[in-house]
């Protein structure tokens, strides 16, 4: 027996009543949608915004097919309770911490590498101790194999201003963003100029300097061949047993000290103004207060905030409160604020 | 709304972002201009697909499908035509990515002490260079180590000097591909042997690398790969039997080059002291950093830095490519004397 519109219809089963009408379904569907064409537009461009947007409609689903471009590595569990008791403000820290991170990742479709740095064996002794840093970017750069730019954030940073896109906020204009040269911002007082400099390199590595010179807080580092050679020479034993005495700062001062004398370092390197990517509470840098070039100032919405040092004499749990509480509230009160960027 | 009806002379002139090409019209006809629109592509599939709801008119299909195969064919025709050039461009330039053949493909750099060496001395060491390099098509760089003394920390250790050179010979020469570097007191003894078929091509390389052996004779725990396939292989490099012998070598005008120099250079491996100087940094950044071994190729010393005085293996024979007068500048030996016994003896350029 046949129906109206020439489908078989047998009155008996209920299975096949519910079959055919599944099966009348796609056709009914095309005939609404067609009916409807304004309609059909509408959720094709909301789809493909959805798709292809950089910072999505906000709840809307995205499909981040093209952004694991970037990972975020976080680094957490300094020290892992080791040499200093975990509280419940640290806990809590971390947990803010993270849970930012992750929704900034989510929002924007990175991907979120948390890695743990408690202490380990290897690096017992002081041996390597605090180069832990390159081989966790070296682990993640295998984990994460078509990504291409790695940002590392240290545990206690605050990502202020979600809405921003690593793309808006730096890799769109890379080469404005960015400066090669010392000449104009020297904190360390390192050579401006040594021989053998090819400034016409592709970035590599893109690093803000503090008060005290370059900033591993929070910083860009990209794949590529370069980037392998100075994961590998990052540490050396000659390098670390001449002066690993002077260098407080570990891998940092090792970068600074490689930046000073290999040509091929500062053919790839770049500095990116630090309130970009890194901007400070009050309490870092203390003789610099009123730079405007340190601090994070809420009202031009800098991007990243990161407490740097305040596990020594200040206070970590403190600050992310009220760094939480501020970002909350900024984007509440200009939640237009990254459409007139 | 607006509503037009497509003509010859529109093909020409409407183009899909113009102000005119608005048209959504549903009783329009398939209206595109000469490229038409994702939307409009959709919309005609979308028509085709149901046609219980809008059918074309019969003029309109011929007319929409005669317009889709000549814009078919012309898109075939573009890339026809792109495909021909581009093969056109590869044959005529080689290899795309060095379309800047600035340069010899070969460098010889030589670094010339001037302090303790007399100037007619050094006077035939070029000539001897130049009339290689002559003779291969291959450029030479020559610079005084003087000219460097700045940049190191001691100046007394003079092997140093050369890496400065090494780096800026890289840097003045960008559209060369092999540089080598070969010490004042050496004399090339067969210039008929050209660089590329001696050493450099993959496979004379391949079967000249000496795999498995230990970065530091005789028995260091870190032994040079035995699988990388040569054509990854950026330093070549003789060991004699004390280690590395930075006397005669070969660069490859690349990222790991510089970095390879430059890193070797620094000044904190300078300070070290280290027992032999610039060849026990290189041992050093050998065994400590696998990013540098693994593009170092080993090769048998005779083949481009035999030792007239040697034993067994380095010994310099009839043949051999450059002999080497390498530690001469001891007090048990003298440069020069050596140096005319084997300036005599030289081969010459057969034409």
Not at chain 1, 263 to 275: D, L, M, V, Y
């Amino acid at each position: 027996m046949k129906d109206k519109d020439g489908y078989l219809f047998s009155p008996a089963s209920r299975t096949s009543r519910m079959l055919n009408r599944l099966r009348r379904l796609p056709t009914r569907l095309r005939q609404v949608l067609l009916r409807r064409r304004i309609l059909f537009v509408l959720l094709l461009v909301v789809l493909c915004y959805s798709i292809f947007a950089n910072s999505g409609v906000p709840f809307f689903p995205r499909f981040p097919w093209g952004s694991s471009k970037f990972v975020i590595i976080l680094a957490v569990n300094q020290g892992g309770g080791v040499m200093q008791w975990k509280g419940p403000k640290e806990w809590a820290v971390e947990r803010t911490s993270i849970a930012n991170k992750k929704a900034y990742a989510d929002r924007h479709g990175y991907h979120l590498a948390i890695q743990d740095m408690s202490i380990k064996k290897r690096y017992a002794h002081e041996w390597r101790e605090s180069w832990e840093k390159v081989d966790v970017i070296r682990q993640t750069m295998k984990q994460y194999p078509k990504a291409e730019w790695f940002w590392w954030l240290d545990l206690h940073t605050y990502i202020m201003e979600p809405s921003i896109s690593l793309e808006k906020q730096v890799f769109n204009r890379l080469d404005n963003n960015t400066y090669r040269s010392l000449i104009d911002y020297n904190p360390l007082n390192l050579p401006v100029e040594i021989p053998f400099v090819d400034s016409s390199h592709q970035i590599n590595l893109i690093v803000p300097q503090d008060c005290g010179g370059f900033n591993l807080g929070s910083f860009l580092i990209r794949r590529s061949e370069w980037t392998d050679f100075l994961l590998d020479i990052w540490w050396d034993p000659v390098f670390y047993e001449q002066r690993h005495m002077q260098w407080e700062h570990k891998e940092q001062d090792a970068l600074e000290h490689m930046y000073s004398n290999q040509a091929w370092i500062r053919s790839g390197t770049a500095f990116i103004p630090q309130r970009l990517i890194n901007s400070f509470p009050d309490g870092a840098c203390a003789e610099q207060r009123g730079d405007k070039r340190i601090f994070y100032n809420q009202n031009e919405h800098d991007f990243v905030v990161n407490m740097a040092g305040c596990e020594w004499g200040r206070d970590c749990y403190g600050e992310m409160e009220h760094f939480k509480k501020l970002s909350a509230s900024l984007q509440q009160k200009s939640w237009w604020w990254p459409f007139s960027k | 709304m607006h509503f037009s009806i497509p003509s010859r002379s529109a093909h020409q002139t409407t183009l899909p972002g113009s102000p005119s090409f608005k048209a959504k019209s549903r009783a329009s006809p398939h209206r595109t201009g000469y490229a038409p629109s994702l939307f409009a592509r959709l919309r005609s599939l979308i028509l085709h697909a149901a046609p219980s709801t809008q059918s074309s008119t019969a003029p309109e299909k011929k007319r929409q499908s005669s317009r889709r195969t000549t814009l078919s064919v012309l898109v075939i025709v573009v890339f026809a035509v792109a495909a021909v050039l581009l093969t056109i461009m590869y044959v005529l330039f080689g290899n795309i990515a060095t379309l800047d053949p600035t340069g010899p493909h070969v460098v010889l750099v030589l670094g010339l002490d001037n302090t303790k060496y007399k100037d007619d001395y050094l006077a035939k060491i070029v000539e001897n260079r130049k009339e290689y390099a002559d003779a291969h098509g291959y450029g030479l760089y020559v610079r005084y180590v003087s000219d460097f003394k700045n940049l190191v920390h001691d100046v007394t250790k003079q092997g140093w000097l050369k890496l400065p050179l090494m780096r800026s010979a890289m840097q003045e020469n960008p559209g060369s591909t092999y540089f080598w570097y070969l010490d004042q007191n050496a004399i090339i003894m067969n210039p008929n042997l050209d660089i590329e078929s001696h050493i450099t091509d993959v496979k004379r390389l391949n079967s000249l690398v000496l795999r498995d052996v230990p970065v530091v004779p005789p028995d260091s725990t870190i032994r040079t790969y035995r699988h990388v396939p040569a054509d990854r292989m950026k330093f070549i490099i003789a060991q004699d039997h004390e280690g590395f012998q930075t006397g005669s070598f070969i660069l490859k005008n690349e990222e790991y080059s510089r970095y390879v120099l430059d890193a070797w250079f620094d000044k904190l491996y300078q300070e070290y002291k280290f027992q032999k100087d610039e060849k026990g940094a290189l041992e050093h950044l050998a065994q400590w950093h696998p990013t540098v071994l693994s593009k170092i190729a080993i090769i048998p010393q005779r083949i481009f830095n035999a030792y007239p005085n040697g034993v067994g293996e380095s010994m310099y024979q009839d043949g051999d490519f450059v002999a080497s007068l390498s530690g001469c500048d001891t007090p048990e030996r003298s440069c020069l004397r050596e140096f005319e016994r084997l300036w005599d003896n030289r081969g010459r350029v057969v034409n």
